[in-house]
């Protein structure tokens, strides 16, 4: 369908792999959902949500946000190797959730979110509507996700995956 110029979503991506999946088929539109994957892992306790940190079960908290974290791995590992595709974070309940995924291509934001920003103040002392810059001087909003970040990014760990792994 891509090919035919009708663009594609895929939406309710819980995991990076169904992400890296959709990247590859060559769909149009990726979207982590960052709230329903934090309730997942806060409704499973034992499940690791980071495998090179402490593990939960021991009474260490790893501080690890799963669904923040997701939506970041999925863009860095998209803009290196589908820079094509664009990424959807939805489910962000805070206003945290949407600034630490600032500079991604898409946030889905509710009402409630939109009025905390609106309520934030920049660097600068005022809110000139909070938009992500290329860097913090223009308004104050510094972006945490960026193509170029993604591509200096080290994803020597996951590297490209290939349809055979």
Not at 5 to 23: D, M, R
Not at 48 to 71: H, K, V
């Amino acid at each position: 369908l891509e090919q035919q110029g009708i663009a594609k979503q895929a939406f309710h991506i819980y995991s990076f792999v169904q992400g890296v999946a959709a990247a590859q088929a060559g769909i149009s539109v990726v979207q982590p959902n960052v709230g329903r994957t934090r309730d997942w892992y806060n409704k499973n306790p034992g499940v690791i949500r980071d495998p090179n940190g402490p593990r939960e079960d021991t009474g260490f908290s790893s501080g690890i946000d799963t669904g923040i974290r997701l939506a970041s791995e999925l863009y860095g590992y998209i803009k290196k190797y589908h820079p094509k595709t664009q990424v959807m974070a939805s489910g962000l309940r805070t206003a945290k959730d949407a600034l630490a995924l600032s500079g991604c291509d898409y946030l889905v934001l509710t009402a409630k979110v939109m009025s905390e920003l609106e309520a934030t103040s920049t660097l600068q002392g005022y809110n000139s509507g909070l938009s992500a810059a290329a860097t913090a001087d223009e308004d104050g909003l510094e972006r945490m996700l960026s193509p170029a970040a993604a591509a200096a990014s080290d994803l020597a760990d996951i590297g490209p995956i290939s349809e055979a792994q």
